[in-house]
């Protein structure tokens, strides 16, 4: 993994730098949605079914038709040598919070080609939107908000590299003036 000191991240142990993990962490948050969200509605299904296929799944294809019935694609997760699910996903970029009618007609539209939906999504989705995703009787949904979106990329490295960065702790140098 690449190391980059950082001299702008100077600290003399009193106060925290400018540049906190935090701030960090936020900023490439949002650029790395800039760059999901500048990408073609066809480009951010597969980039979606890269990350399926990172994540184990199997058989993971784009259905690639405009009147797709609300379904994005298609995969299968198996989950032993017994057991395994189809699975439909619905890829959006969107600006504002996703409501739950969308949510409701991922479900219409999986209803009887698979026994598992997800949404995924560059924004968040309203919390009415999470409750029917999880409502009681109904099929659930997996919900993929762009935070989660961006904490898969992480954990998978799939389109990121990580870095170690360095600050400079000055309180600690004094000791040996």
């Known amino acids: 993994k690449p190391t980059a000191f950082a001299p702008d991240s100077v600290s003399d142990g009193d106060d ?3 540049d906190t993990p935090q701030s960090d962490e936020d900023a490439s948050l949002q650029r790395f949605l800039a760059v999901v969200k500048a990408l073609s509605p066809n480009g951010f299904e597969r980039l ?8 184990g799944f199997e ?26 699910f189809n699975v439909v996903f619905q890829c959006k970029k969107w600006e ?3 409501p739950p009618k969308e949510i409701r ?15 995924l999504t560059t924004s968040t989705f309203t919390s009415n939107a999470r409750v029917e995703a999880e409502r009681p009787g109904a099929v659930p949904i997996e919900l993929v908000d762009g935070e989660k979106l961006f904490d898969m990329f992480k954990r998978y490295e799939l389109g990121l590299k990580p870095r ?5 702790d000055l309180a600690f140098f004094e000791q040996f003036r």
């Open 16 to 18: 925290k730098p400018e």
């Open 48 to 55: 979606s079914m890269r990350l399926l296929r990172e994540a």
């Open 59 to 84: 058989r993971v294809s784009v259905t690639g038709r405009s009147n797709d019935g609300g379904i994005d694609g298609v995969g299968v997760l198996q989950l032993n040598d017994l057991v395994s």
């Open 96 to 98: 504002g919070s996703v």
């Open 105 to 119: 007609d991922l479900r219409g539209a999986m209803a009887g080609r698979a026994e598992k939906g997800i949404f």
């Open 164 to 168: 170690t960065v360095f600050d400079i």
